[in-house]
Structure formats: structure tokens, C-alpha cells
Nanobody, 130 residues
Framework: QLQLVESGGGLVQPGGSLRLSCVAS????????IGWFRQAPGKEREGVSC????????NSADSVKGRFTISRDNAKNTVYLQMNSLKPEDTGVYYC???????????????????????WGQGTQVTVSS
């Protein structure tokens, strides 16, 4: 059974840091592009950061560039999202997701759109507040 499980969320003050983890089971992350997404109350789910399967190249939303870093450890079958200088507007439920098609359509790249992502975790809550 393919499964993604996020962890590491919590309550943090503005300016603080968190590191989210996403552990895959039932399949190997080696063969997938991986994305982190978030959804704030009343808003649509949006792409935060992604990392391609083949090149390891990353892409991030403008709102998090310079603050968030995505990385993958294929040996641990885990992907991370390091979040620094957190702001209240970063609050939301954070999800990891995987897909295989984006590397076929855009070799070496990844996309922040939700549409190609096949498998999703259950999410972890991040709240940035003083």
C-alpha cells in the first residue's frame, strides 16, 4: 500500500523555523518527483516547493523563495521541507505529494501545480502566530 506520512508541524512564532518530513512507504521515492503544498482555511491548495526525480532540481513559489528549502534523502525514503523566517501567512496544512509524469513531460523539472500529483499524504498543521 502506497503511503505518505507528514510530520513536524506545530505552532511557531513569527521568524521561527520548522522542518517538515514526509516518509514514503510501499514504494520508492527514487522514481517520483515530489512536491510540498499547503492549504490555508478558505483558500485553494497551493504549491510551495518541489524537487524533480531525475535532476534533483528544485522549484519554489515566489512567496517562500529564500526561506524554504526542499530536499530528499532517497536512502531514507524521505523528503524534507526546511522552513525558516516563518510568517503568519505561512499558516496552513502542509501536504507532500508525488508524481511520475512531470519528469516525462518536462525532463529534469518539477511543477507546483497540483494536477499531476497522484499520491498525497494526510497533511500536517503549521501555525505561525505570536
Amino acid at each position: 500500500q502506497l503511503q505518505l506520512v507528514e510530520s513536524g508541524g506545530g505552532l511557531v512564532q513569527p521568524g521561527g523555523s520548522l522542518r517538515l518530513s514526509c516518509v514514503a512507504s510501499g514504494f520508492s521515492l527514487d522514481y517520483y518527483a515530489i512536491g510540498w503544498f499547503r492549504q490555508a482555511p478558505g483558500k485553494e491548495r497551493e504549491g510551495v516547493s518541489c524537487i524533480s526525480r531525475s535532476s534533483g532540481r528544485t522549484n519554489s513559489a515566489d512567496s517562500v523563495k529564500g526561506r524554504f528549502t526542499i530536499s530528499r534523502d532517497n536512502a531514507k525514503n524521505t523528503v524534507y521541507l526546511q522552513m525558516n523566517s516563518l510568517k503568519p501567512e505561512d499558516t496552513g496544512v502542509y501536504y507532500c505529494a508525488v508524481n511520475q509524469i512531470s519528469d516525462l513531460l518536462l525532463p529534469g523539472l518539477c511543477v507546483l501545480s497540483t494536477s499531476p500529483y497522484d499520491y498525497w499524504g494526510q497533511g500536517t498543521q503549521v501555525t505561525v502566530s505570536s
